[in-house]
């Protein structure tokens, strides 16, 4: 199948989940590139405040196209954005939380799929986010002061230490 096959195969599959999504009140969304896509809906779980999350990806190598699950996931939060990294599936959640979802290596794979990534500063939650294949990136357009905060250099003197010492200098080899 050709990659404009799979993307007219994923658009007919996002317009019937999302239709069968509006009954139950759920968002579906998705993300991909050249190698994958994902999609996803998050639906409330119950009274509890439960969101539950179901994925669903293809791979372009497989002949034919399938759409496999990943067991459903039960969370605190709603996806706000994604973005696909390779095989991978980023997500921010409100809270600026950030998980890293993956196909399973295999189909008989029963451990977990999802992994924990650092959150930005201020739990910040980026304004876009993409992935760049090529450079193995995720790319976010967050504020100027997240930015900044992402900029500095790491240290394990506190905020105020750091600050109240000179900066080191470097000279010139004669």
Same mark, same amino acid.
């Given at each position: ?15 019937l ?18 190698d ?23 791979l ?28 991978? =599936? ?12 993956r ?10 799929n999802?992994?924990p ?20 990136? =995720? ?36």
């Amino acid at each position: 199948m050709t990659r404009s096959g799979l993307r007219l195969k994923v658009l007919v599959s996002v317009a019937l989940i999302g239709a069968a999504s509006c009954a139950a009140q759920a968002q579906v969304s998705v993300a991909g590139g050249d190698d994958i896509v994902w999609i996803f809906r998050s639906s409330s779980g119950g009274e509890d405040g439960q969101v539950n999350l179901q994925f669903v990806y293809a791979l372009a190598s497989q002949k034919p196209v399938q759409y496999l699950p990943l067991p459903v996931v039960q969370t605190m939060g709603r996806i706000v954005r994604a973005a696909a990294r390779r095989q991978n =599936l980023h997500v921010f959640f409100e809270d600026g939380t950030h998980y890293r979802f993956r196909p399973p290596p295999t189909l008989s794979y029963e451990g977990h799929n999802d992994f924990p990534e650092l959150k930005l500063p201020e739990s910040c939650v980026p304004i876009a986010l993409a992935g760049d294949d090529a450079a193995n990136a =995720l790319l976010g357009v967050v504020p100027t002061r997240i930015a900044e905060a992402l900029s500095r250099p790491a240290t394990s003197e506190p905020a105020e230490e750091a600050e109240s010492q000179p900066a080191p200098t470097t000279e010139a080899a004669s």
